[in-house]
């Protein structure tokens, strides 16, 4: 390190100080992305203050998950520029947390679901285990409705046989499927899309699975109430705005009239 009017480092004096290769410093200087703004008497580069505050910044952004193209664009657009990205980078992390969290939540729910077995569930434990949505709340409802239907008896007959174990693994199971759908909407996915259809067959799995025989057909009748009951909107929604309309946009698109 030279001491002048201005402090000066060679470029393997930054590699020192910073942990970044030499090699990768010379890359830097050969994309314009970080130029020495001096040279030795044997035009060795030597870099300023100046230069390792750019240095920390182009680090900052590759952390972030920025390319070299974008990072160079970035440190010559201005600080309104780099701003608006650090703004959009902060919305994305943020809904990262939100998905991991979500993910994190269902995989302790299914280690917790494999680790213990009990007895029946009550309707409080389920409502506490739901949440504020008491779909025993509705049950006379539901009867009115469906209650001379083979698919209203399965899902009797299932359930009532459930532990919370059972349902432990079932609340995993819709929040993983919430998680999906969520995650296909934050990337701009259109709910006729093939992902989307995945996420729709899946969810016809876990009807089929856990509650009643469920054919597309069935499931493209039962998500018209994701839409057409407020309540169930609201519940849907609570996770996400919109996210009841695009599961049953995803679910008519891959439930066509035509599908068995």
């Not at 664009?73 to 943020?94: D, H, K, V």
């Not at 009951?229 to 996400?240: Q, V």
Request: with cysteine; glycine share 6%.
């Amino acid at each position: 390190m030279q001491t002048t009017a201005e402090t000066r480092w060679t470029v393997g004096e930054v590699a020192e100080l910073t942990g970044v290769s030499i090699r990768t410093l010379h890359h830097y200087d050969d994309l314009d992305l970080l130029r020495p703004s001096a040279r030795s008497a044997a035009n060795y580069r030597l870099y300023t203050p100046a230069d390792l505050e750019r240095l920390r910044r182009i680090l900052t952004w590759r952390e972030l998950g920025f390319s070299l193209a974008e990072v160079g664009r970035l440190l010559g657009a201005g600080a309104a520029e780099e701003r608006r990205a650090l703004e959009l980078q902060a919305a994305l992390l943020g809904e990262r947390l939100r998905q991991t969290e979500r993910r994190l939540r269902a995989v302790t729910s299914l280690l917790g679901a494999a680790a213990r077995q009990g007895a029946p569930m009550t309707r409080e434990e389920l409502k506490e285990m739901f949440g504020t949505f008491d779909h025993g709340r509705y049950e006379e409802e539901v009867q009115e409705r469906w209650g001379d239907t083979e698919a209203y008896r399965q899902s009797r007959e299932r359930t009532g046989k459930y532990t919370k174990a059972d349902w432990e693994q079932i609340k995993a199971e819709m929040e993983a499927l919430n998680a999906r759908y969520v995650a296909l909407m934050d990337a701009g996915t259109p709910p006729g899309s093939p992902e989307a259809a995945a996420v729709a067959q899946a969810q016809r799995d876990h009807f089929d699975r856990w509650y009643y025989d469920c054919s597309p057909q069935m499931l493209r009748s039962v998500s018209n109430l994701w839409v057409e009951d407020e309540r169930f909107t609201r519940n849907i929604d609570a996770l996400r705005p919109g996210l009841a309309a695009y599961q049953h946009a995803a679910v008519q698109a891959w439930a066509g009239p035509g599908k068995a």
